[in-house]
């Protein structure tokens, strides 16, 4: 039988490949031969991804919790993938760069948009019974959310409002990570002790925070689009997509967090202390931050108002969007 020319062309091809691997094709084909076919369950690990949520307590809404804030991690992970390849890539591509902006985005809006399963989707007393047993776990501690911002802009746009004339790009990563914003959220305002959460969380991340930091330093997403040609760095399209990006990250994203927070923690006129002790009220609201990742792309009554219109909506007495 006469053997098809394209058959042909991909095993040649085939052999070019294995050529230098110690083995030849027909060891390969062999193996192909043996080898199951793939199916769905087997290829995404279904039953595994099912396995993983274990609640602590007998309360049902539990379960919906953990599940919620795997998903998160999963979405936080899509957003990593995207910012590694703005940071590696070396081709300086308008098309590129916006593309992948745009993909983060996308996540950012799913995981925005999602945020109602946390503020309309648990009943509010059996979480507020079922967080005793997470304690002092917390969203804080995220490592893949310290990660994107970490991804996004240097530490010198990071650091707490109250500290950023001290210090500048001149100081080493290492002095400028011990004065990021999020510390302040987990740390007693009077007593200046920190929280467990944040003791746990640095002892686990510090040195690879440290490391990704170090690593990244000149090569931020914010400084390849400082690095682009003018022309590029003056387009429109990127322009709106970079402060879309900031708006979701440093604006929608926490604020959802907020609405969550007065639903099941700031009813019947007393607060109730986040899981990991964080200072909720003056770590989440981004007008009390100001974090920006891109901060030349705004004028000076943008950065001055940052959220703030935002904020006075969530803590306007008359909205009861989040307080019913």
Do not use: C
Request: hydrophobic letters at 35%; zero cysteines.
């Amino acid at each position: 039988m006469k053997q098809d020319p394209k058959i042909q062309s991909q095993i040649n091809k085939l052999e070019e490949k294995y050529k230098n691997s110690g083995q030849d094709l027909s060891s390969y084909l062999d193996g192909l031969l043996y080898q199951r076919y793939l199916t769905y369950w087997d290829y995404i690990h279904l039953d595994t991804l099912l396995s993983l949520q274990v609640p602590r307590t007998h309360f049902p809404d539990e379960e919906i919790f953990i599940m919620y804030h795997q998903i998160t991690e999963l979405y936080f992970k899509l957003i990593l993938h995207e910012q590694k390849q703005i940071v590696e890539d070396r081709s300086q591509d308008l098309t590129f760069f916006i593309e992948k902006v745009r993909r983060i985005n996308s996540y950012f809006k799913a995981l925005i948009s999602s945020f109602s399963i946390m503020i309309n989707g648990m009943e509010r007393e059996q979480f507020l019974r079922y967080r005793m047993a997470l304690l002092p776990a917390s969203g804080f501690q995220s490592a893949q959310y310290r990660m994107i911002e970490i991804y996004a802009t240097p530490l010198e746009n990071m650091l707490h409002h109250t500290e950023r004339d001290n210090f500048s790009e001149e100081n080493t990563i290492e002095e400028l990570f011990e004065h990021v914003y999020w510390k302040k959220g987990a740390t007693d305002l009077k007593t200046g002790e920190k929280t467990l959460t944040l003791k746990q969380f640095e002892i686990r991340y510090t040195p690879r925070l440290l490391r990704i930091a170090n690593q990244l330093k000149d090569s931020t997403v914010y400084q390849k689009y400082l690095q682009l040609p003018d022309e590029s760095q003056n387009n429109e399209e990127l322009i709106s997509a970079l402060k879309t990006l900031d708006m979701n990250a440093n604006v929608n994203w926490p604020l959802m967090h907020m609405g969550s927070a007065y639903r099941y923690l700031a009813k019947e006129g007393k607060d109730v202390e986040a899981t990991g002790g964080t200072n909720w009220k003056q770590y989440l609201p981004p007008s009390f931050q100001k974090i920006i990742f891109f901060p030349t792309l705004y004028s000076e009554y943008e950065l001055d108002t940052w959220g703030k219109e935002w904020v006075e909506h969530i803590f306007n007495p008359e909205n009861k969007e989040y307080k019913e």
